[in-house]
Antibody
Framework: EVQLVESGGGLVQPGGSLRLSCAASGFIVSTNYMSWVRQAPGKGLECVSVLYSGGTTYYADSVKDRFTISRDNSKNTLYLQMNSLRVEDTAVYYC????????????????WGQGTLVTVSS | QSALTQPASVSGSPGQSITISCTGTSSDVGGYNYVSWYQQHPGKAPQLMIYDVTNRPSGVSNRFSGSKSGNTASLTISGLQAEDEADYYCSSYTSSSTLGVFGTGTKVTVL
């Protein structure tokens, strides 16, 4: 059974850092396209970052140069390092797996974690 | 990349059919058959209901169907049930970004 379990969220002051983890089971993270998607309180979904199986990474403009997506193949885990956090980064962060590997991400996610809440506030 | 446009809310009575629209541009919805639909209940993660415009993942009820015309994709829920009350989001590949784009979301209410 495919499962994704996020952890690492919490309350942090503006300018602070957090590292989110997404432990996967039932499939191999490194052979899939893996993404982080966030949802601000009462708002819609937003793709934040993607890590392709080949290692290529992309970021939303709003987080570029502040967030870093990575994976640990030995732990079958996806990460999101978040630095210089802003109030507007407050959201539930989900990790998600692309359903198909076809050269580009199309936000077609067949598996999602339960989400982890990041609150940026002073 | 701007979000795809969805109506804020749609409602229907049990047993009825409703349709949710998702409007984009030729750079996303209109240009590619990579439109997906998600259902999200309060406090829960989204669930994939439709992908590649018309395909249903295993386990999704055949009451859910998708279509596309021009720059607008649609999700139809037939035989509306109380459990269908949720938020629904469309998403699409976009040539304007390196990431996918989601719709603004639609709240479905079962009267």
């Amino acid at each position: 059974e495919v499962q994704l379990v996020e952890s690492g969220g919490g309350l942090v002051q503006p300018g602070g850092s957090l590292r989110l983890s997404c432990a996967a089971s039932g499939f191999i993270v490194s052979t899939n396209y893996m993404s982080w998607v966030r949802q601000a309180p009462g708002k819609g979904l937003e793709c934040v970052s993607v890590l392709y199986s080949g290692g290529t990474t992309y970021y939303a403009d709003s987080v570029k140069d502040r967030f870093t997506i990575s994976r640990d193949n030995s732990k079958n885990t996806l990460y999101l390092q978040m630095n210089s956090l802003r109030v507007e980064d407050t959201a539930v962060y989900y990790c998600a797996r692309d359903l198909l590997i076809r050269g580009v991400t199309s936000a077609t996610f067949d598996s999602w974690g339960q989400g982890t809440l990041v609150t940026v506030s002073s | 990349q701007s979000a795809l446009t969805q109506p804020a809310s749609v409602s229907g009575s049990p047993g009825q059919s409703i349709t949710i629209s998702c409007t984009g541009t030729s750079s996303d919805v209109g240009g590619y058959n990579y439109v997906s639909w998600y259902q999200q209940h309060p406090g829960k993660a989204p669930q994939l209901m439709i992908y590649d415009v018309t395909n249903r993942p295993s386990g999704v009820s055949n009451r859910f169907s998708g279509s596309k015309s021009g720059n607008t994709a649609s999700l139809t829920i037939s035989g509306l049930q109380a459990e269908d009350e949720a938020d629904y989001y469309c998403s699409s590949y976009t040539s304007s970004s390196t990431l996918g784009v989601f719709g603004t979301g639609t709240k479905v209410t079962v009267l």
